[in-house]
């Protein structure tokens, strides 16, 4: 989605294929701001590094791991674009792999971009694992994570510019 910078605050979440992880980072965040009565003052989307999952919804596993948790993932895959960098305010790159992917995409983006990581405290891992291929642990992992980052990434996009944890782990 495109939108003109601060009217109103949006987020893009990155993962590689945006078939496991970004779809799930959407999926978390779109409920919180639902449930915070917030969901038509942040656009939230996804998209991933590679095309090669264009168009099509996420992973089996992933879905069914989400939905045991209350989330619903609707999306589609994408691949990020050099525009996605210029008109969302909040990038979240879901490991250091994909951050460096993204900042290949676009030189000097105005988007913020930042890893999920940034959003937690230090028993988390730097990078959200991608769980694409293995077990049932792996999906349920991710969604904890992610949904652990959630309420400080909505904190961050909607006033406060500071660290949440004093990490510093993005670009």
């Given at each position: 989605m495109r939108h003109v910078k601060n009217n109103?605050?949006?987020?893009?979440?990155?993962?590689?294929?945006?078939?496991?992880r970004s779809p799930?980072?959407?999926?978390?965040?779109?409920?919180?701001?639902?449930?915070?009565?917030?969901d038509q003052e942040i656009i939230v989307d996804s998209a991933g590094t590679i095309g090669y999952?264009?168009?099509?919804?996420?992973?089996?596993?992933?879905r069914q791991t989400a939905t045991r948790h209350g989330y619903d993932l609707q999306s589609r895959s994408r691949k990020i674009t050099p525009a996605d960098l210029e008109s969302f305010d909040l990038v979240i790159a879901m490991d250091r792999e994909n951050l460096?992917?993204?900042?290949?995409?676009?030189?000097?983006?105005?988007?913020?971009?930042?890893?999920l990581s940034?959003?937690?405290?230090?028993?988390w891992p730097t990078d959200v694992?991608?769980?694409y291929y293995g077990g049932d642990e792996g999906?349920?992992?991710?969604?904890?994570?992610?949904?652990?980052?959630v309420?400080?990434?909505?904190?961050?996009?909607?006033?406060?510019?500071?660290?949440?944890?004093?990490?510093?782990?993005?670009?």
């Open positions: 109103p605050k949006s987020i893009l979440f990155v993962c590689l294929g945006n078939i496991c799930t980072g959407e999926g978390i965040f779109r409920s919180y701001l639902q449930q915070h009565g917030a999952h264009q168009g099509k919804p996420a992973d089996a596993r992933m460096q992917d993204i900042n290949h995409v676009h030189a000097a983006p105005t988007a913020s971009v930042k890893l940034h959003f937690l405290d230090d028993q694992p991608d769980p999906f349920e992992y991710v969604v904890d994570m992610i949904a652990a980052a309420p400080k990434i909505y904190e961050h996009l909607i006033g406060s510019e500071d660290t949440p944890n004093g990490r510093d782990n993005d670009s």
